[in-house]
């Protein structure tokens, strides 16, 4: 059964060859790598809105970890068509396609329409630069842009996108209306949401790796932000960690989540996927950490002493 609308043989008589080199760059601006770059920059950057932006790293990795269950709960295929052959290109340019215009697995709901939805609305929502309403202009056409270019290239049909835009916009509302109703707690809840979907996806794949491999990385990112607040939290004097329950629960949370990854890594080692989980959780868990370190001008410090401190 098809899921298509039959405009696309239409679109490929008219489109010249070179439009799948362009397509295939816009299609970037949705891809992983580059949503992970972008918001991990933003978060290495950030000062006063730090908590904003781990709290879209967070739903980034949730919006990542829903879109992999529910490959796998439609378990529906892609199109078997290609905007242009690869024959039909220069030689020069065949890494370019292969890299940036092919898609291989399941093709619905559209991921790149699902994780664009989520992430550049979000920052729309929470960033300061220019007005709202420009900025969420620029969102929907970045969304639209990459959305037309899965579609235009061939590797899904409409329905697949639009699913994927509803699914991000449903996601996004009730995401928003847990982090609003707890605004002081928006990037563990963020990382929590991650952690949670995350263990859908391993389930829902029946332990896909890269399902596994994100697991993984979502609770390294939540152990790595109770760290980052807990070392905030001493550098501005809310110390010693045993004087603050909240803060002693963040700590607890942390180590057992850090320990819970390191016996993954060592005692699952023979099992690559298992420890390979472990492993990119740790490193998750440290690059969340760093920047708050790098930061805090006392915040080392404070890990090795505890004076009290009244606030």
Known sequence: MSRGLGWFDSFREVAPEWAVVVLGLVTQLGDVWFLGVLVGTLYWRATEDQDEIAAVAGLLLAGLALITGLKHVFALPRPERVLVELGALPETVHPLYEATATATGYGFPSGHALLTTIVYLSLAEHLSVGTRRRRYL?????????????VGLGVHYLVDVVAGITVGLVFLLLAWGL??????????????????????????????????????????????????????????????????????????????????????????WPVAVFAGSGALGLAVAVLVLLPVLYRSERGIGRWTRSPSRSQ
């Not at 979502?218 to 550098?235: N, P």
């Open 138 to 150: 620029g969102a929907a056409g970045i969304v639209t842009a990459v959305c037309f270019s899965r």
């Open 179 to 268: 982090l609003n109703r707890y605004p002081t707690h928006r990037g563990t809840l963020g990382f929590g949401l991650a952690v949670g979907l995350g263990a859908f996806a391993a389930v829902a794949s029946d332990a896909d790796p890269d399902a596994v491999l994100l697991l993984g990385a979502s609770l390294g990112a939540f152990a790595g932000w109770q760290l980052a607040v807990l070392a905030r939290a001493l550098d501005s004097g809310r110390g010693p960690i045993r004087e603050s329950t909240r803060l002693a629960a963040r700590a607890v949370g942390a180590a057992v989540v850090i320990a819970a990854l390191l016996v993954t890594t060592g005692y699952y």
